[in-house]
């Protein structure tokens, strides 16, 4: 069975530092890994991964994926209290529907 | 352009009723999807439509739950006779056109918040 784990479930952090997310999988034929973030209701996307070790980067978000050791990990640098959300992490593999962890909720506090 | 919408925004039904929920997707997205989030836990596939088909109804919970749709755009999601356990937040995501071997991101709607009473 396929399996996305994401740690830590919830993290609380002071305006500035930086963070680091992580999600594990299990996935038969692996397409890709994506991440969101999720704030009231609709998910909104960040990135999506499909190469090893070629890092994604939007302003203060990154994101790498190591298809050898299956994890990703998110980083936020400079955190904002706008930062603060649950952090969805998903994979897709031969099929078509995404695969989620619980998230990570983040608290980022001024 | 527009994003994916959907309706209600919320619905409160009593038990037993029967509840459609609208999504309508990004123009020239084929690919719908369906999923479930409900209280502490992650977001839980439901059902996948390629155009008016739907080749993946792994999801769906029980026979009370049926999707449609029409037009290779809007799409229904019907809950029959609902139940308490029934009560989540109903996510819709649309995306573009799938190559064979690569893969779409997924945008979602603002979802449906549903309550069963």
């Known amino acids: 069975e396929d399996k996305v784990v994401q740690s830590p479930l919830s993290l609380v952090v002071h305006e500035g530092d930086t963070v680091t997310l992580n999600c594990s999988y299990e996935v038969t034929n692996f397409r890709s890994l994506l991440w969101y973030k999720q704030e009231k209701k609709a998910p909104t996307f960040l990135f999506m991964l499909t190469s090893s070790g070629i890092e994604k980067k939007s302003g203060r978000l990154s994101s790498i994926l190591d298809k050898k050791e299956l994890f990703s990990i998110l980083n936020i640098t400079a955190t904002q209290t706008g930062d603060s959300a649950i952090y969805l992490c998903a994979v897709v593999n031969s099929g078509y529907a995404l695969n989620f962890g619980k998230g990570t909720s983040l608290l980022v506090t001024p | 352009g527009a994003g994916v919408s959907q309706s209600p925004s919320n619905k409160v039904t009593e038990k037993g009723k029967d509840v459609e929920l609208r999504c309508d997707p990004i123009?020239?997205?084929?690919?719908l999807y369906w999923y479930r989030q409900s209280l502490g836990q992650g977001l839980e596939f439901l059902i996948y439509f390629q155009g008016n088909s739907a080749p993946d109804k792994s999801g769906l919970p029980s026979d009370r739950f049926s999707a449609e749709r029409t037009g290779g755009s809007v799409s229904t999601l019907t809950i029959q006779r609902t139940q308490q356990e029934d009560s989540a937040v109903y996510l819709c995501a649309s995306s573009p056109p799938r190559l064979a071997g690569g893969a779409y991101e997924q945008y979602f709607g603002p979802g449906t918040r549903l309550t069963v009473t």
């Open positions: 123009s020239g997205h084929t690919a």
